[in-house]
T-cell receptor, first 113, second 113 residues
């Protein structure tokens, strides 16, 4: 079965600095990869996804992520963090060969003014 | 307003009682999902449905029952609630599986005493 690892429980960055939230995955076939964001007391919101094609995908709110097949990674990035980016971020993977989507445990991003 | 709604938003129940969480979506999406969110585990899939009258187990189905008589509704029932089922429950929907993102409801916080 596929799995996702988010190695950092917490990421702290200063406003205006670049941010990276890490995600690595394991699948038996080719992956579909997703990033979601969760604000307090809200459901998850879709940010971006990788299906095929260009390894760099751009999503909502200025976020982007790079698919790296050799390193089985899909790190989320943003060139300049905002305080309003502070939230819980989840990486998810679906193997093209089955119907299961697996989520990582989440990374709490805190952006300080 | 179109979207995906869950009710109730908060529920406290006693061990052994039956409780049903409701989920309603207005997009006519084929697929609907139930997840539970627990600290350190991210989201785990309980059940999903590909269409009316078609349901399948996810990663953690024990103790839960689902039904889908209409495309727009996907209730989740805890037949005899246990303390280990204290969690935040999210319903989600998507047009298709594969590379399609899911849209999440606001969640139901369930406490079993």
């Amino acid at each position: 079965a596929q799995s996702v690892a988010q190695p950092e429980d917490q990421v702290n960055v200063a406003e205006g600095n670049p941010l990276t939230v890490k995600c690595t995955y394991s699948v038996s076939g080719n992956p579909y990869l997703f990033w979601y964001v969760q604000y307090p007391n809200r459901g998850l919101q879709f940010l971006l996804k990788y299906i095929t094609g260009d390894n760099l995908v751009k999503g909502s709110y200025g976020f982007e992520a790079e698919f790296n097949k050799s390193q089985t990674s899909f790190h989320l990035k943003k060139p300049s963090a905002l305080v309003s980016d502070s939230a819980l971020y989840f990486c998810a993977v679906r193997d093209m060969m089955n119907n299961d989507m697996r989520f990582g445990a989440g990374t709490r991003l805190t952006v300080k003014p | 307003d179109a979207g995906i709604t869950q009710s109730p938003r908060y529920k406290i129940t006693e061990t052994g009682r039956q409780v049903t969480l409701m989920c309603h979506q207005t997009w006519s999406h084929s697929y609907m999902f139930w997840y539970r969110q627990d600290l350190g585990h991210g989201l785990r899939l309980i059940y999903y449905s590909a269409a009316a009258d078609i349901t399948d187990k996810g990663e953690v189905p024990d103790g839960y029952v689902v039904s889908r008589s209409k495309t727009e509704n996907f209730p989740l029932t805890l037949e005899s609630a246990t303390r280990s089922q204290t969690s935040v429950y999210f319903c989600a929907s998507s047009e298709k599986l594969a590379g399609h993102e899911q849209y999440f409801g606001p969640g139901t916080r369930l406490t079993v005493t």
